[in-house]
């Protein structure tokens, strides 16, 4: 069963997408607990979903949303209905395979769990299994290393369990030849646009379309709520670009963080190997050191050869064709006879024979960079960044405590902080109740529209919209939700108006034509380009065309079809030729990823299938109510 979830990775992988929200490193064992005395928001046989899991996973999900979307990602998102629920049936779907699994006794030895673990990335560093980065996880999930092994074992019995339903999902190759059949089926087509604009001389209105439409339409000529506001800024950046800092502060600083600036010595070294592996045969070996130690005994000779030397002979094809330079070695990063040797050298002095488990070396210390401090000159650019920063941060600190106080204090005016902080004050443009705009949270829209700031006239209180910056803004200007008169819109609705009347009037021409053309009469046309289309997708012709040129009877050529088009024109298509697409007469890339897709789909529609099976086994029961609960703020 291990070696078929290895070896079915993409199938597998499917389903757990259609999961969602992953296993690894959440656990199925905090699923199956009925911990805490949070309101349960669901059952699935006789374990609960409480409300602190529902939460847990919908500030995971949250988190994911906002790493995936960036600033596009709305924190208010995660309180609608359909997205709580959509977690919600999340963890129901988690919970309900992880019920099977432990019903049939899936169960996941040492060895493969080890097998497993050592290949999850997040476990590896520099592409080995760390132990150090297996216990930094587990104690960031708040769990020992036999606690977060647990719940490893446990996701891979999930994924064991989901496997049969995956190979059950395979397609049969005559099923997807059938689908290629009408997916890739060529047909030749040219077309020829009725747009609307063309018949707007022929459209015409009743004398009271206009105002009948805008009485029957009110809602959409209503005009939000506006509000246009002054408003100030308290920003940390600010500070520190008023920020001054003495030559004295700055030479007291590099005095006292003499390590900070220190630089290690840097040793430089060239070798010539030859091979000798640790268990290779003691003849080899001796004819291995018996070759380094001539070539010794050469460079010594003549040491300007080196380079020469190593090239010709140096079985290192890592360094060979540079002449032998391995570059930089840092302790710790070498082998320790190597890194002994090149440690003991001095510049430009060569090693006698060094024997490793890789075999002979002979090293030399091409160059030797004394440890040293980089000079105050070198480093006060620096010095003087992080001295602003760190003043700035002190001053912030405390004019941002004042400012709170005093937007609050004198609700009535933000000159006294305009003139205490030195602030510009700012104005907005027109902003509408409900609007998104760049740089303004949630939090402070909402204290703009409060009656707190539209009655009483009152300042906000501070609130930060970016790290270390704060914001306070008041009202000047409000505009009730209003309607806007017909005499303002009656322009514009009449013009409206006459353009879907011509779009009706292009339809019932194209109408008129597709009859006659279909019943072989001539119709004078002037067709575009024929281009060669496919079922599958093609550029330049929407999906209600494609699905009018596809479906269109072929039997005699050439036939024609219509669709309308975005922009209001109706389209007419001259279908000239038909070419089937037969399988396996050559490779087309276009037919891997068409069978990749159909499996997806199947995949999809049988998992679909087996978890709702499952969850009329496992009786699944959802408490509506306690879901619109949202959690109480800390």
Same mark, same amino acid.
Do not use: C
């Given at each position: ?70 600033? =596009? ?121 009725? =747009? ?298 009449? =013009? ?139």
């Amino acid at each position: 069963m291990f070696d078929s979830v290895r070896n079915n990775k993409r199938l597998v992988q499917v389903f757990l997408l259609l999961i969602t929200l992953p296993f690894a490193f959440w656990g199925v064992e905090s699923y199956m607990s009925d911990s805490g005395s949070a309101d349960e928001l669901a059952t699935v046989g006789k374990t609960k979903i409480t409300q602190q899991q529902f939460q847990q996973a919908l500030r995971e999900q949250g988190e994911r949303m906002r790493t995936a979307m960036g600033d =596009k990602f709305n924190q208010t998102t995660m309180e609608r209905p359909e997205i709580r629920m959509a977690v919600l049936e999340t963890l129901i779907n988690q919970r309900v395979l992880a019920v099977h699994a432990m019903e049939a006794r899936l169960s996941v030895s040492n060895e493969q769990l080890i097998a497993m673990i050592s290949n999850i990335p997040a476990l590896q560093e520099d592409g080995k299994f760390s132990v150090e980065r297996f216990e930094q996880i587990a104690a960031a999930q708040g769990l020992s290393k036999v606690g977060l092994e647990s719940r490893l074992r446990q996701d891979l019995a999930t994924r064991m369990a989901v496997l049969p339903v995956a190979e059950a999902a395979l397609v049969p190759r005559g099923s997807g030849n059938t689908m290629l059949a009408g997916a890739l089926e060529e047909r030749e087509v040219s077309e020829l646009a009725l =747009k609307p604009e063309a018949y707007l001389a022929q459209a015409q209105l009743s004398a009271d379309a206009a105002k009948s439409f805008y009485e029957s339409n009110r809602s959409k000529f209503e005009e939000p709520e506006r509000i246009r506001f002054e408003f100030v800024l308290l920003s940390q950046k600010d500070f520190e670009q008023k920020a001054q800092v003495s030559d004295e502060e700055i030479k007291a600083w590099y005095d006292s963080h003499q390590d900070s600036y220190r630089q290690a010595e840097e040793r430089r070294a060239s070798h010539i190997l030859i091979l000798a592996e640790k268990d290779a045969k003691e003849d080899v070996v001796k004819a291995a050191e018996a070759k380094a130690r001539d070539l010794l005994a050469q460079v010594k000779k003549n040491p300007a050869d080196f380079a020469k030397l190593a090239k010709q002979h140096s079985q290192d094809p890592g360094s060979a064709a540079q002449g032998g330079d391995v570059g930089v070695v840092a302790r710790g990063a070498m082998i320790k006879p190597f890194e002994d040797s090149v440690f003991s050298l001095k510049q430009g002095e060569i090693s006698d024979v060094v024997r490793t488990e890789y075999g002979f070396h002979i090293i030399r210390l091409s160059s030797l960079k004394p440890a040293s401090v980089k000079p105050l000159a070198e480093v006060k650019a620096e010095i003087v960044v992080g001295l602003k920063a760190q003043n700035a941060a002190k001053k912030y600190a405390e004019a941002a405590e004042n400012f709170t106080n005093m937007v609050y204090e004198q609700s009535d005016s933000l000159k006294p902080v305009v003139e205490q902080f030195g602030l510009k004050s700012q104005q907005s443009p027109w902003l509408a109740k409900g609007q998104q705009v760049p740089g303004l949270n949630e939090k402070i829209v909402a204290a703009l529209f409060s009656d707190d700031a539209i009655k009483n006239k009152r300042n906000t209180e501070a609130i930060e919209i970016a790290p270390n910056t704060l914001i306070a803004a008041r009202v000047t200007e409000h505009k009730p939700a209003e309607v806007i008169p017909f005499e303002q819109m009656q322009a514009e609705i009449e =013009k409206r108006l006459k353009f879907d009347e011509a779009i009706k009037l292009a339809a019932k021409d194209a109408e008129a034509r597709l009859a006659k053309l279909n019943a072989g009469e001539a119709v004078p046309a002037t067709w575009g380009e024929s281009r060669s289309i496919v079922r599958a997708g093609a550029q330049g012709i929407s999906g209600q065309g494609l699905r009018a040129v596809f479906t269109a009877n072929t039997g005699k050529l050439p036939a024609y079809a219509s669709a309308p088009a975005q922009d209001g024109s109706t389209i007419l298509y001259r279908i000239s030729k038909v070419k089937p697409y037969v399988a396996g007469e050559k490779d087309d890339p276009r037919a891997a990823a068409l069978r990749q897709q159909y499996a997806q789909l199947a995949t999809e529609a049988e998992f679909a299938a087996w978890i709702n099976t499952l969850r009329e086994r496992y009786k699944v029961t959802i408490n509506s109510k306690a879901l619109l609960v949202k959690e109480s703020k800390e």
